[in-house]
């Protein structure tokens, strides 16, 4: 009796997973907000390559800067993996671009030069 019950519970359970399963996430972001952050991500990556041209970033502040922006880039790529990035995701992407983006700001206008 208890090998039955155990195989249909265990049968219900796998049918009622494949169910939740197949579900759609809630929410996504369209292919255009994803082509936004990826664009923002270059046009950072480029205030980081003028800085560095020009002499406003050190090189200890390009390489930290650097880092910085190639976190980010594995967070694109890691919402993207599954072919949706939710709005959570999209959220927090643009959270950590914010404050990249006021970091470069501070080290450009810090003072400090390329020697």
Same mark, same amino acid.
């Given at each position: 009796m208890n090998i039955c019950l155990t195989r249909l519970i265990l049968v219900s359970l796998v049918v009622t997973g494949g169910m939740l399963g197949a579900q759609a996430p809630a929410s996504t972001t369209t292919p255009r907000r994803e082509a936004h952050m990826e664009k923002r991500a270059e046009r950072q990556q480029q205030r980081i390559g003028q800085g560095i041209q020009s002499g406003q970033l050190t090189r200890r502040e390009a390489a930290r800067l650097e &880092?910085?922006?190639? =976190?980010?880039? *594995?967070?694109?790529? =890691?919402a993207q993996a599954d072919g949706k990035v939710t709005k959570k995701e999209a959220v927090k992407i643009e959270k950590e671009q914010? *404050?990249?983006? *006021? *970091?470069? &700001?501070r080290q450009k206008h810090d003072g400090q030069v390329r020697k």
């Open positions: &880092r910085q922006e190639a =976190k980010i880039g *594995r967070d694109i790529a =890691k914010n *404050r990249e983006s *006021r *970091r470069i &700001r």
